[in-house]
């Protein structure tokens, strides 16, 4: 089982960029698909960008330009680095982590807000 801590949420001013963690306690982080999905209110949540387990050849997933995400396996953490934010982005982030074909493995972290305004 693994336990996901979101940080690095905050107030931006649009054109402005920030870098959310997501750290995972247990084992095996290396083996998960991890995603970060975002969910503005009354809306949805979406996924804005994801990066496969190591085995992989499908390194990453990522909805826009803007966003790039990234791994490090000896720190089980996972980053979001997101730049140019504008309002729309907008929106609480989550860290997700999965392994695929076994959907008993899904797991999602508390959230971390983040604000574009000026």
């Known amino acids: 089982q693994l336990q996901l801590v979101e940080s690095g949420g905050g107030l931006v001013q649009p054109g402005g960029s920030l870098r959310l963690s997501c750290t995972a306690s247990?084992?095996?982080?290396?083996?998960?698909?991890m995603g970060w999905s975002r969910q503005a209110p009354g809306k949805q949540r979406v996924v804005v960008a994801r990066?496969?387990?190591?085995?992989?050849?499908d390194d990453a997933d990522i909805v826009t330009g803007r966003f790039g995400i990234s791994r490090d396996n000896d720190k089980n953490v996972v980053y979001l680095n997101m730049n140019r934010l504008k309002p729309e982005d907008t929106a609480v982030y989550y860290c997700?982590?999965?392994?695929?074909?076994?959907?008993?493995?899904?797991?999602w972290g508390q959230g971390t807000q983040v604000t574009v305004s000026s």
């Open positions: 247990g084992q095996r982080f290396s083996i998960y698909d």
């Open positions: 997700n982590a999965k392994i695929r074909e076994q959907p008993e493995y899904d797991y």
């Open positions: 990066i496969m387990n190591v085995s992989s050849t």
